[in-house]
Every structure is written in C-alpha cells, then in structure tokens.
C-alpha cells in the first residue's frame, strides 16, 4: 500500500507510473507556491481519497491541485502573510477529512478587487509570489513541457535594467518590475551584463552556436522561446500588453475555478 512517505517521494520523483503527465504538471507549479501549505493540503487529500492500492483518481487530483493554485495564489496577493492562509486552508481540510468537496465557499474573491491589487502589486524579485505567478503562466501555456525540478529556474527581466540605465526608452522605471517584463529562465543560461540589447538576449532564448562552434542550448520556456523567435524588439507597449495578459488570463483561472463571487 501506498504510504503517505511514498506518496511524497513519488511527487518529488515526478513519477510518471503514478501520475499522469496533467498531475505532474500542476505539481510542478505548486512546487513553486509562495508558501509550503500546500504540501500538508495534498497530503491529507491523498490520506482521505487513495485506493485501497494507494491510487488517486487522476481527474479529480487534477481538479483539486488546480483549484488549489487558483486560491493559495490569489490568497498570496489579497490577504499576504503565510499564517494568514492557514484559516481557510484548514477549514477547507476539515472538508477533506468529512468526504466534501473543497470549495472556499467563505473565502471567495472579488473580480475587480483581485485586479486591482493584482495591478498594484509590486512583483519585486525577492518576493516568492513573483516565481510563482511566472510559473503558473508558463505551464498556462499547454504546449509547455514539465520541467525537471532539479533545474534551477531564475526570474528574468525581458527588458533589461542596463537597458533602460541607457536608452531611457521606458516612460516609467517601474515598468522594469511588472510582471509583464518577467519570466522564468534557467539559472545555467548566463546572460552576459553587456547583452542587455533585446537581439543580443533572443540568442540565449533560443540557443546559438559560439565562436567556438559550441551548441549552447536555448530555455526550455516555450513563452520565451516565443518571444525570441516572434519579436525582433521587446518594448514598453509589449510589458504592458503581457502584463495585462497574465493578470487577466489568472482572473479567468479563478473564475473558472468557481472561486470568484
């Protein structure tokens, strides 16, 4: 039988017998949540809902894990504070354990509320829910691959800071930190302090071939991929746009997990 122990080493193995390749892939995400609360949620829904062989049914692990990301993420935003989650997250545990379904019935969010702080919210580096949105955005993308989660991911600015120190092309410096101007990029895939040009940056995206006729691989970022290899600039109005996008895109998510009022 399944212990609880092989369980979570069969998530950190992201084994692909046990788990379906959907699983695996909000897995991965949480793996990057802004908080570990929802290690303790996933271990008691599996407690509550394996066979008597240790299997969870794969369509309803699945929902549950996304309607999970959907709360704790937004959670992370309107109400920031890892003990905060613990009220709802424990009333929602409680559920689990009496054979319910998970619903934040008394927890849901306002639309335009989550907008705006969403808007308004300042996706410093150092904040865990800054990795954690841009994760989410690139699984978003169903053409993205599961990663493996031994690589070391980084938060990259798209246009860059040694950029706008010399162009002075954006109208607002704050623009630098929007989550529009931000993505995931691999940590080995070192970007040189002189490559801060838009076109100098496309190659490392992509991967190129050195002076030395060495392959250096690309990001396995499918969005990035994309931009390198879509866009010959990355401009003001393309922050901006893609800002918009991933904020929208994350309000729909959690319409669509029924966790809007």
Not at 195 to 207: L, P, S
Not at 234 to 245: A, F, G, P, Q, V
Request: glycine share 4%; net charge neutral.
């Amino acid at each position: 039988e399944l212990s609880i122990s092989s369980y979570l080493s069969n998530v950190s193995n992201q084994d692909k017998e046990k788990f379906s390749d959907e699983v695996l892939r909000r897995l991965y995400v949480l793996n990057y949540a802004p908080n570990g609360m929802w290690n303790y949620f996933t271990s008691v829904y599996f407690m509550q809902n394996k066979d008597a062989g240790g299997k969870l049914d794969d369509e309803k692990f699945c929902a549950f894990l996304t309607k999970i990301t959907a709360f704790i993420w937004a959670y992370a935003i309107t109400n920031p504070g890892v003990n905060a989650l613990r009220i709802p997250v424990y009333a929602e545990m409680v559920k689990l354990i009496e054979g319910k379904d998970i619903e934040f019935a008394d927890f849901k969010f306002e639309s335009s509320t989550v907008k705006s702080m969403f808007n308004n919210y300042n996706f410093k580096n150092s904040r865990p829910i800054t990795k954690s949105l841009l994760t989410w955005w690139a699984f978003h993308d169903e053409n993205q691959p599961l990663l493996s989660l031994e690589s070391v991911f980084e938060v990259e600015h798209i246009f860059a800071k040694k950029r706008q120190e010399n162009e002075k092309s954006l109208s607002n410096e704050d623009l630098l930190e929007s989550i529009g101007n931000k993505a995931l990029l691999e940590k080995k895939i070192n970007i040189r302090a002189s490559d801060y040009r838009f076109e100098d940056k496309k190659k490392y995206y992509a991967g190129f071939t050195n002076s030395k006729k060495q392959r250096k691989e690309g990001t396995k970022i499918v969005e990035l991929q994309n931009i390198a290899n879509c866009k010959t600039d990355y401009t003001e109005k393309d922050i901006i746009e893609r800002h918009n996008l991933i904020i929208d895109s994350f309000i729909d998510f959690l319409g669509q997990n029924n966790l809007l009022k």
